[in-house]
């Protein structure tokens, strides 16, 4: 415990100091550095309806996130009224928007690099770790994104728990035609760059975009 909060104030330091150089907003400084219960002004956009979720981009302190929301009345109604919504790193697993007493928690992440960036790397950049993926069932399909149910053990790597059922974001794409669901693919990690995870799909590389958490109800 001692070494946790040994390791979360130098975090924090190293934060501090490198925002007071580029003159950070206070916004910025409460998204960087992950401080529980802090809140910073976000600007939500819809990007599309996707059958039980809703796709949105969050600005908030000075960084683009991408989330995956549930597609209910508690969301919807939060996003829909103009009114000033917050972020938070707390809450549910990829943190919480709010206005008032009214809450939203995000339940897939899309912005896969940004998420991994927000720990120290804690491996090279040469290492590439590659595991088996099961792809269980397919759950949702449009003209620009698959989901598929699965395993996807190397998601623990950008801290993404549940690993043996979540939900993966692929794009309706030729480099991920192919991939039956229910089937295997081989699932590579890169510590590193853009694209933080692929699946190998024969001879192409397809990204994969994002995981959302699989419903407690199956």
């Known amino acids: 415990m001692i070494r946790r909060r040994q390791n979360v104030s130098t975090r924090l330091t190293v934060i501090v100091a490198g925002c007071v150089a580029l003159a950070c907003t206070t916004d910025e400084l409460v998204v960087q550095s992950g401080i529980p219960g802090a809140r910073a002004s976000a600007q939500v956009e819809l990007v599309a309806e996707r059958g039980d979720w809703l796709d949105l981009t969050s600005q908030a302190g000075g ?4 989330f995956f929301v549930p597609n209910d009345e508690a969301c919807r109604s939060l996003f829909a009224d103009e009114q000033a919504v917050t972020y938070s790193n707390s809450g549910g697993r990829f943190g919480r928007f709010q206005a008032g007493d009214q809450k939203c928690d995000p ?3 899309l912005s896969l690099a940004q998420w991994r960036d927000r720990r120290p790397r804690r491996q090279s950049a040469s290492m590439i770790p590659r595991s088996r993926a099961e792809l269980r069932e397919r759950v949702y399909l449009d003209e620009e994104l698959v ?3 699965g395993r996807f053990p190397q998601a623990a790597q950008v801290e993404i728990t549940g690993t043996g059922d ?5 794009p309706n794409s030729p480099e991920c035609q192919g991939l039956e ?3 295997n693919s081989s699932m590579e990690f890169r510590p590193a760059g853009r694209q933080p995870f692929t699946l190998i799909n024969g001879r192409q590389l397809c990204p994969l975009l994002g995981f959302v958490l699989a419903p407690p109800n199956g």
Do not use: D, F, Q, S
Not at 63 to 66: A, N, P, S
Not at 166 to 170: D, G, K, S
């Open 147 to 149: 989901l598929i149910r």
């Open 181 to 183: 669901a229910p089937g």
């Open 166 to 170: 979540l939900i993966a974001v692929i």
């Open 107 to 109: 339940v897939g992440v």
């Open 63 to 66: 960084r683009e996130t991408r």
